[in-house]
């Protein structure tokens, strides 16, 4: 059934495109077509393409609501394991209702799983969430196979522990199930899940925790199968360190040794990308998600973004489950990553059509959507009721404040999410309150992990500091 809009503005690639008025929008059979509306006939004040989270893992509970707090990365990782055990259904179903408020309609979901042998029942439940919510997901199944907790082996840590608290910690030790199970259980899953609004990737967590066969495996697959890769990159100062002394070539010049570099590749953070680095992944055509608040709260430092663009680079956006206030607001991520990639010259060195075609085209690639249609719907007489001109540049004004409230609506594979700001597939606030009564209902085993988690963080903090 066709979705046809009167939309008084109209701006599918805001900056790239001409604004045009009143316009008559038609969606059907995955096709969006533009016509010519009565005058003054106005469902909504604008309609854009929908940007893309192309990077994210699907936190219903907020880190920060179970005491991970901002911290250096590594640090910080040893505190994920204070996730509460809930049901994975309703943790992604709260995650994705999260973005469809704000307009998003496609995810690139990092999966986090709890449980390493239950990894494909948890992706069918967090596919199942996303057709109920109605967005679109990309979901990278995780691979690792070495180093869990310090890069070098999680032995290094014995010098920043007594005998007892070693004995305490050395049982979590995570095991590893062989390369050969786990590219299978990627395949599984792809034939399990795939349809037009599912892809399935594979999900190398980084190479700091991949051994070389694995990387290996990962890149050959994925030329046989044509299927994508998401990974982690050269994120924190302390894995730029630790890959030159294990790649001395450069991990970069390596993973492109073994056909690794490709169009089929995205690589998330890339904070710590050298020029000749970001010039080989464009030549190879790979694509950059970038995380400006992630990169700041867990101090891995500023992305050479700019330069990346300048040389280039295509590259997408991505809230990596910690927005800049916490609230998972894809607008205002946009508007964080202008003003700290915009440069302090006359000129802007990243400007808004490029921060647009970041988070809708190059997204959608990242996610494996390219031929999406989907539309959010933006209350554009509320973002600008202050106005005293009328022809102010659009694509600055969505970047300066727009903010999740002022989305509307969202449709998605022709079919309404989210409209007059209400979600019509799923109840999003009983889900997450019954998503924080499991959460708390976990709390008896929480309150006694986290003496494990402190001892944990604390000594990769301690293994860290010795180093410097």
Known sequence: MAIVLSAKRLALLPGSDTVETDRRVTIADGALTVGEARAGACDTDLVVASPVNAHDHGYGMRTLAFGCADDALESWIAHLRLRPRTDPYLEALVAFGRLAKTGVAATMHCHNSLNADRLAEEAAAVARAAADVGIRLALSCPLLDRDPWVYGGPERLKAHLNDEDWALLSPHVPRYRPIDAQLMTVEATADALENERVRVQYGPIGPQWCSNELLEAIAEASLSSGRRIHMHLLESPRQRRWLDARFPQGVVAYLDAIGFLSPRLAIAHGVQLRPDEI???????????????????????????????????????????????????????????????????????????????????????????????????????ALTEDLLFDDLDLCEMLLTRMRAPYASGLIVDGRWVMRDGNLLGVDFDAARRELLAQARADLPRLRRERRIAALLGDAIRDHYQAME
């Open 279 to 381: 010039e080989l992944l464009r030549a190879r055509g790979v694509q950059l998600v970038t995380n400006p608040s992630a990169n700041l709260r867990l101090r891995s430092g500023v992305a050479p973004l700019a330069e990346a663009f300048g040389r280039g680079l295509s590259f997408a956006v991505g809230l990596d489950g910690t927005g800049f206030d916490d609230d998972q607001d894809l607008w205002r991520e946009m508007r964080v990553l202008r003003l700290l990639h915009g440069g302090r010259e006359m000129a802007t060195a990243l400007p808004g059509p490029a921060v647009f075609k970041a988070a809708i085209e190059t997204g959608r690639i990242v996610a494996g959507f390219e031929d999406a249609t989907d539309i959010a719907l933006i209350d554009y007489a």
